[in-house]
């Protein structure tokens, strides 16, 4: 475990963070006008789940962020319903669903914005064949 996140790593995420938003402010606050229309329209959860959704579209970050989000919130389900927390388990089911599609979705616009990345993993398999 201490492999797999460290210090350093942690604050290079932050950093980059940090960087993209101070480099695109005016990106960032439409960003958040979005997110709170939509969390006074909806509700709070659907705001949030919005804003990281957009944040990781506009910024381009990388997806993999999402999708240890989902298998964090997938994995705690059997736990919270061993401890009899059903509602709560329900939630991380639907919210662990919720970012599935949103990593399937970023996948298919990062496979859009750069297909040249795409086109070499595929002619690497087709020469091995």
Not at 24 to 41: D, N, P, R
Not at 50 to 70: H, K, Q, T
Not at 78 to 103: C, G, H, R, S, T
């Amino acid at each position: 475990m201490k492999k797999i996140i460290n210090k350093q790593w942690l604050s290079d995420i932050f950093k980059l963070i940090k960087k993209d938003i101070l480099a695109k402010k005016k990106l960032g606050v439409l960003l958040i006008c979005i997110s709170i229309s939509i969390g006074i329209y909806l509700d709070l959860s659907s705001g949030l789940l919005w804003f990281l959704f957009l944040s990781f579209v506009l910024y381009d970050w990388d997806n993999r962020v999402i999708g240890v989000m989902a298998l964090i919130s997938l994995a705690s389900c059997p736990f919270l319903l061993q401890f009899k927390q059903d509602a709560i388990a329900e939630n991380m089911a639907v919210y662990a669903f919720f970012l599935l599609v949103m990593v399937v979705v970023l996948q298919l616009i990062e496979y859009k914005r750069r297909p040249e990345l795409f086109k070499e993993e595929l002619g690497e398999k087709d020469d091995q064949k």
